[in-house]
């Protein structure tokens, strides 16, 4: 797939780090997030977004981040997106679980601001070229 990845949807319950990924995703990185505060919502707003990308936090309260991407997997339109991680729970063996999920990648927090899209847009890039 060498398509250009351009609708992220995002995934995140602290609002104060959410504002900040937002703004950089679409004013620096030139995509278009949709953002929401629970996976259970991201889950109702999968069909209309149509997102390329999941940019899932891992730590949430109800539903965590590798519960959403279970539940979006389930979902004929989510089947097949691929996921990218973001998480403080960084211990080696954790980031090994999320990538045996499926996930292209985990991003830590914290995270460095003017590095994300670039981060993001490098491992859609290199998901592509394995998939091309």
Do not use: C
Not at 32 to 60: I, K, T
Not at 85 to 107: C, N, P, R, S, W
Request: aromatic letters at 6%; hydrophobic letters at 45%.
């Amino acid at each position: 797939m060498t398509d250009e990845l351009k609708r992220i949807l995002y995934v995140e319950d602290v609002a104060s780090i959410a504002t900040v990924a937002v703004m950089v995703l679409e004013d620096l990185g030139g995509f278009e997030v949709r953002h929401f505060l629970s996976g259970q919502a991201a889950l109702e707003a999968l069909p209309d977004f149509a997102p390329q990308l999941l940019l899932l936090d891992v730590m949430m309260p109800g539903m965590d981040g590798p519960e959403t991407l279970r539940r979006i997997r389930e979902l004929p339109e989510g089947r097949d997106l691929p996921a990218i991680f973001m998480t403080a729970k960084a211990q080696v063996h954790e980031q090994d679980e999320y990538i045996a999920m499926g996930a292209l990648g985990v991003i830590v927090k914290p995270f460095e601001p003017i590095s994300l899209s670039d981060t993001i847009r490098e491992m859609w890039n290199t998901r592509s070229a394995v998939t091309s």
